[in-house]
């Protein structure tokens, strides 16, 4: 195991501090001036599941409601709000400095059974075909400031590998399909519920770059003032996240200052395991004066 993959399954074991009442860390996640929005809803996620005994999530909504403060813990609130026969509800409030930073519905639900079927996954090469992240950052380097390449380059606990890399200071104007190959080589020891965490974790990589594609802008083009407004996951067949997987995303409307991207989950063997749906906030970035 990696000192990445450590960290981050660190921070997906929320400590309890009452019944329904835990607390997750900000910091050591994707990003350092704020926390990453996966890491919350993967918390939140954790912190739920610490209050349903037998039952896997099978979907959940939330929404980010304020930036994440990465300098200090954030507070679970659990809600139990429904224990039924076949399913289960809870409601997750994420707290900083006394304020709601992202409030989630999550629902739980019994192994059952009815009838199957998915759509096929997209035909592309292997993840071998692809360069690493890592490989591909190093060729930027010298457009970073010199303080801001250790960030850029530090281990991260995500294998990534992008099927159509555009060049994320100057990106072509592109199609809006996104795809990218992913796993967690420590996941291998994970449980069902921790899978869970990890994929939920990885879900907010990627996405809202989708929206971006067709305008030729990136997080490096400075011309964006954006975030994840919402972000919304079904879980649809059991996840071993040490496995790679492929996440297919698209994004059919921006407008109005946000932009709607969606994606679909396959294990390598071409099994649906998940669907990701998100809107973010996509405007125009004012120039200081």
């Not at 060729?139 to 960030?151: A, C, F, Q």
């Not at 679909?264 to 200081?288: C, D, P, W």
């Amino acid at each position: 195991m990696t000192e990445a993959e450590r960290i981050l399954l660190d921070l997906l074991n929320v400590e309890r501090l009452e019944v329904d009442l835990f607390r997750g860390t900000g910091s050591g996640g994707e990003t350092p001036t704020r926390i990453f929005g996966g890491q919350v809803i993967a918390q939140a996620l954790a912190a739920a599941y610490r209050t349903v005994d037998d039952r896997l999530c099978h979907s959940l909504h939330a929404y980010f409601i304020r930036p994440g403060d990465p300098t200090i813990p954030v507070i679970y609130q659990v809600d139990r709000a429904r224990d039924g026969g076949s399913f289960t509800t809870r409601r997750v409030v994420a707290i900083q400095h006394g304020k709601q930073i992202l409030n989630m519905s999550a629902s739980f639900h019994i192994k059952d059974e009815g009838w199957d079927h998915q759509h096929p996954m997209p035909d592309l090469d292997t993840p071998e075909h692809y360069p690493a992240r890592t490989e591909l950052r190093q060729k930027y380097l010298d457009r970073v400031p010199e303080r801001m390449r250790p960030e850029l380059i530090r281990e991260r606990p995500i294998e990534v590998r992008e099927v159509d890399h555009l060049d994320p200071f100057n990106p072509a104007v592109s199609d809006d399909r996104n795809q990218i190959w992913f796993r967690m080589g420590a996941a291998a020891s994970a449980d069902a519920k921790t899978q869970h965490l990890l994929l939920a974790y990885a879900s907010d990589m990627n996405l809202m770059s989708s929206g971006m594609r067709p305008h030729g802008l990136s997080w490096f083009t400075g011309e964006v003032n954006g975030a994840s407004l919402d972000h919304t996951i079904w879980f649809h067949a059991p996840v071993h996240f040490e496995n790679w997987h492929l996440y297919a995303m698209d994004s059919p409307w921006s407008g109005q200052g946000r932009n709607f991207n969606r994606g679909s989950i396959y294990t390598e063997e071409g099994v649906l395991v998940a669907s990701v749906a998100q809107e973010g906030l996509m405007r125009r970035a004012q120039k200081k004066p």
